[in-house]
């Protein structure tokens, strides 16, 4: 089998694409996440990639927008066509995780396209207005987060890593005792 920076993601099986993901070190797979060609396998592959904890917000949500959600935002999921009704999901799953807060924000690893999101919170601001509602609603609050620099500007400075650690421990532990 070929490794992963070798591998022809424009060919083979489902399953030949998600051990090749499996097989990728959390960078690759976040990469991958971002490139994905959403016309191949994306219920098997992005099902799965974006199921993971160390997938970011800003990756979500660039695979997101990759999945081109605006064709089917206004389409009652009934009417989503057979041959799209798997990536219509893989875009309802990614929408609910970013909206309960599953993926966290990096500020290694940004949203690709700061417009395409702008304009999605636009017109979804547009909606709300005008009493409609798409498929897919994001939550500004946590989406501003990257879109707004804040995760920049509340960046705290680099501490030791023991330090770190030992700060982590003490949150964890001082309702208990505190």
Known sequence: MH???RFDWSRGSAEAHLAMARRG???QVRALARRYDWSMYPETVL??????????LGTALTAFLNGE????????????PDAYRG???VLDNICLRVNSGFYLASAEHDVSGHGRIAR??????????????????LDEE?????????????????????????????????????
Do not use: C, H
Request: hydrophobic residues 40%; proline residues 7%; charged residues 35%.
């Open 3 to 5: 490794s992963f920076d």
């Open 25 to 27: 070190t959390e960078n």
């Open 47 to 56: 099902g799965w990639i974006m199921a993971q904890k160390f997938i970011d």
């Open 69 to 80: 959600p605006e064709r089917f935002n206004y389409l009652p999921k009934r009417d989503v």
């Open 87 to 89: 990536a219509a999901r």
């Open 120 to 137: 999605w919170l636009e017109y979804q601001a547009a909606d709300r207005e005008e009493g409609r509602r798409g498929r897919w609603i």
């Open 142 to 178: 946590i989406v501003a987060v990257l879109t707004d620099d804040r995760l920049r500007a509340e960046a705290p400075p680099e501490r030791p890593a023991e330090a770190a650690r030992e700060g982590r421990l003490r949150r964890l532990f001082t309702p208990l005792w505190g």
